[in-house]
């Protein structure tokens, strides 16, 4: 065995080591740039007050944008999954999590078309955790179009993320 090589392929070992991980922060840094300008791209309609997606942080960084805080000031960009079937009075986005984050209109002063479900969204207010009380949520499976059983089956408040938003934009 020849030991004088010994330190040549321990370096080699630690050089190899290294680039799995630099190549992937450059994937990542690669991917944000990439995000940043297709959410700067976004263009669509806005409901409440006017937005732009400029700035928006994908809704998989809420936790981050939290921390510890009960609520933050946010604009985020993602999927709406649901929309209030009554009359658009508020829509849903998925957390990383697998949770349904509840998004309303700032004083009850706009509403989002009911078609919305499956489009890319800004929203742009203030992202909270709150305690929603038992009859909130058998008025929002009411909305929602659940039935009658599902609804009766609420029988507990649930502790949940969601958003009061002063401003909209579904793109296009």
Known sequence: MNYALLPAAGLLAVLAGCQPSARSEADEAAQASSASATQAALSGKTYGTPISAAGAQPVAKLANLLGSNDSAQVKLVGKATAVCQ???CWLTMQTPQGQ????????Y???VPKDIAGKTV??????HRETVPVEDLRHYAQDAGKSAQEVAAIT???QQLNFEADGVLVAE
Do not use: C, H, Y
């Not at 800004?122 to 992202?127: E, L, R, Y």
């Open 86 to 88: 009554a009359k658009g």
């Open 100 to 107: 349904s984050m509840r998004v309303r209109f700032k004083d």
């Open 109 to 111: 002063a706009f509403f």
């Open 122 to 127: 800004v929203i742009n207010g203030w992202a």
């Open 156 to 158: 507990q408040p649930e």
